[in-house]
């Protein structure tokens, strides 16, 4: 059975974009709808939706503040329906492993649920688990293997074939009008059409590519077959690859060697040498130089990896594949157990650097970013200017779900397997009042388990904002103030590299457009009227104007004079459960 689902969202940011609709179809194995589920939120106010997203989705101010439901109560029935289904499900959309898979397991962590339900196991036990499938990465696969058999003559401005949903199901007899794309219901059902048109049309591919749809299924395909095909798609443009699988880094990735070069040089090589052959796979070439020789490909083996047997590869072979050739160096390969550890550490240590050198960046950008100026006086002008503020993380936006402290992993399952049954007396807690109790005792009730897995402290943080939403009230005045100056800090940021959306950044969006018309210069939303982007601006406007008074700035702590009033009640919505 699958669910095909899709979702629209604050924005294109990952670990931070808030669903604003999602939608759920069900099917039998033949890709018959049996039932459908879509329902909308209002948006949090820690969160600035992104004028693209708002210009995509026609989403409207009355939208994102009048809905029925908001995140949390939205992500709750969503968990509801999803296991009152029939396990396991295969997870299924177009481009879900690229975005919304991150997205939608982003919003049930923050809203206190399991993350990863679209590959939870069976409640029995028994070893079943749910699997995810990609219907882009299908398509891209019969692009490749069995070309023509999709219709996919529509090019973009780099003469290769465009993959989007709406245009792949136009010219394949499957109905999705440019104003009913986006939609997130509409979207699926376009999505299951295109599927139907893949499985009947290309039914070995079909099934090769839900073999690939988990990594043990990867692991699998490739014992079974020491030479093998793997195409990627760079910009657009297939780049297939005969290949041989090396070595494992990390958890989730598997390093490809290409067979159309040698081996043997790199055979004997150092650990050092290898690291640098890796580093230098991705160097810019200096001009009129020939690029760099590339014999090492990465693969995440949980993105469904576009990967086909030598029998079905006659598509993407050279024409001088020489079969014995490629067997032998692979056999060469696997027949170097010192080659096959030193890439793995050579690997890995390329990968820590990248990752220092990212996070040294990012730091040296938020220091910048914090140097003291002078606080400019809040205007109620539709483009704020840059504001100055004290150097503070985000806590009202999202983290990333993954944490990177190393303790073992058992023992990690363990503390989130408690957390899990506090967040479980969270969910469940009559009042808003429980709630909030039990959000002021978790650091007390959890204090040997922070020390040793700080990421644990986060629900703390998600508790609070969930409950200040709905009944801020609920809160002592100083952690209401607490919390406005968090979402003032979060929503109001200067920094241009900050990795959510801030107000700043979305009033020097639609600014682009505004000096791309003014130029005459085309871009993708010629077609917004004028009067739409003033509705934008005034919106950002309003956002702006309610957190102002609660940013913190030089000489400037907000301190509250006497008690803070209780704020109005939450937005009739279902009873907290």
Known sequence: MYIFYDTETSGLERSFAQVLQGAFVVTDDDLNIIASKKIECRLSPWIVPGPGALLTTKFTKDDLTNRKHSAFQMMQEIDTWLRTQSWPLIFAGFNTLGYDEDVLGQNFYVNMLEPGLTQAAHPSGDGRRNTRFDVLNAVQAVQAYMPGVLKLDTLSEKGNPVLKLSVVAEQNGVGLSKDAAHDALNDIIATVGVAKVIKNAAPEIWAQMHRLATQEGVDAFMAENKVFTHTAVFFGKNKPMVATSVAMRGHRTEILFDLS???????????????????????????????????????????????????????????????????????????????????????????????????????????????????????????????????????????????????????????????????????????????????????????????????????????????????????????????????????????????????????????????????????????????????????????????????QTAGNDNAPTAATPAPAKAKPGPSPK
Not at 308 to 320: E, G, K, N, R, T
Not at 333 to 350: H, R, W
Not at 467 to 493: G, M, N, W, Y
Request: hydrophobic residues 40%; charged residues 30%; proline residues 10%.
């Open 261 to 551: 070069i040698d081996p043997a040089p790199y055979l004997s090589m150092s650990v050092e040498q290898l690291k640098e052959a890796i580093a230098n796979q991705s160097k810019k070439p200096a001009k009129n130089a020939p690029p760099p020789v590339a014999p090492f490909r990465f693969v995440r083996k949980d993105q469904q990896p576009v990967m086909m047997p030598i029998d079905m590869s006659d598509a993407v072979l050279p024409p001088q594949f020489d079969e014995k050739l490629a067997a032998a160096r692979a056999e060469a390969i696997k027949a170097n157990p010192q080659f096959l550890e030193d890439m793995k550490l050579a690997a890995q240590m390329v990968k820590d650097e990248k990752d220092a050198a990212a996070t040294q960046k990012r730091e040296a950008k938020a220091q910048a970013a914090a140097a003291p100026k002078t606080p400019e006086n809040t205007t109620e002008n539709p483009a704020p200017k840059r504001r100055s503020k004290k150097a503070a993380p985000s806590p009202a936006a999202a983290a990333p779900v993954q944490g990177k402290e190393e303790i073992p992993e058992e023992r990690k399952q363990e503390i989130l397997k408690k957390a899990d049954e506090w967040k479980q007396e969270f969910r469940n807690a009559a009042t808003w009042k429980k709630k909030a109790a039990l959000a002021e005792g978790f650091a007390a009730r959890f204090a040997p388990e922070i020390s040793e897995y700080p990421p644990l402290e986060r629900f703390t943080s998600f508790a609070f904002r969930i409950i200040f939403e709905h009944a801020p009230e609920a809160l002592t005045p100083q952690k209401q103030l607490d919390i406005k100056r968090e979402v003032a800090a979060t929503v109001l940021s200067p920094d241009p590299d900050a990795p959510w959306m801030t107000v700043a950044k979305a009033c020097a969006e639609i600014e682009a457009i505004e000096k791309d018309r003014a130029a005459g210069k085309k871009n993708k939303w010629d077609d917004i009227p004028a009067e739409r982007l003033a509705e934008l601006k005034q919106f950002y406007a309003t956002i702006e104007k309610k957190y102002a008074p609660y940013l």
